[in-house]
């Protein structure tokens, strides 16, 4: 079902002047000191190889003597950019463990491995072409999920983060049927809000390898949470099917489990507190929301067919007549957390206004 729903190949879109604008406003587009093309000068590479030996569709880059120290210098300095206050201070105890380029998917990241040698720390960054789709959706999960992301941009060139967490289906293929009982109605009500927060905020394409389970412990259980991972089909597709990650067929074993665990009304409530959270964050970060949404409205990010599609198909869902005149996708989206700021924060009588 996924690969008819989905778009075989989405195209990049560029970064316009007014999401440029945007972004050096929130902090986000600042000078860097290497670009993904930099990276792309790799002499050679080997494959890497999970514990398993099954091929991870990365390659571990190596590059000419003169450019190493040169590159590995400017990732230092990224690193501390994104995490420190971009002096040199720190960067004698850095290391770049490895460079690795991605050979699947849209976007051919860089990923980076930035070790502390003091302590043996490690974490990693990514080097991506900058997509404005992908960017949208990056900014649109730092305001309207329990999450915060980091990134930059400059010019073409997207710096992120790592986002931790245990892969989607390798969680499914080693940890998901030894869950106790307790732990698989947590997680089932963790994937009827992530399904239901995906599509209200139109992200489309959550195949349980573009999202993580992160596990953390509490004092007397194990709370989980889906993140995330992969942003790049931000307010694209016209199917709205696509936008919901039960209609995957990468996720039927969460959509079995959580049928199976939860009773229906347990999980219209889930779907509701979790409509009543997004509505609350877009209330919240309305000035922000606000001007991210009208970069949106008069930019190119999808295809008159598509949004067409789209907008037909809310309409159908919702009798909202403000879908059917919506013009693009930014007015999509707005019209959908308009929609539920309407029915789950201005009706609920308990709200100061």
Known sequence: MSDKLISKKKPAYPISNLLSKYLTEQGRNIKIPIFYDDLLRFQGAIEVFDDDGKDTLWISCYYAEYERDEIEHSLKQMYSILHSDGSDSIIPYLNIDSIDFCTFGNTKPFRVKVRNILNDNYIFLYVKKADASRIYGLELEHLLSPNHI????????????????????????????????????????EFVKFNERCFVRLLADMRSYNYVIVITQDFDRIQYRIRAIDFDQQSYEGNSKVYKPQFLKENNAFVTLSLNVLAKESIEQYEKEERSLLAKRATNSHKRLKN?????????????EKIKELKAGLFKLTKDVNFKKSKNMGELLSNGLDYITRNYVNENPYIIK
């Not at 400059?154 to 009982?181: A, R, V, W, Y």
């Not at 009208?294 to 190119?300: A, E, G, I, P, V």
Request: glycine share 4%; hydrophobic share 35%.
């Open 150 to 189: 980091t990134f930059l941009v400059h010019e073409e060139t997207l710096i992120e983060e790592h986002i931790s967490g245990i892969p989607g289906d390798t969680f499914i293929s080693n940890h998901l049927e030894t869950l106790p009982e307790q732990d698989k109605r947590a997680l089932a009500k």
């Open 292 to 304: 991210l949404i009208n970069c949106m409205k008069k930019d190119t990010i999808s295809t008159p």
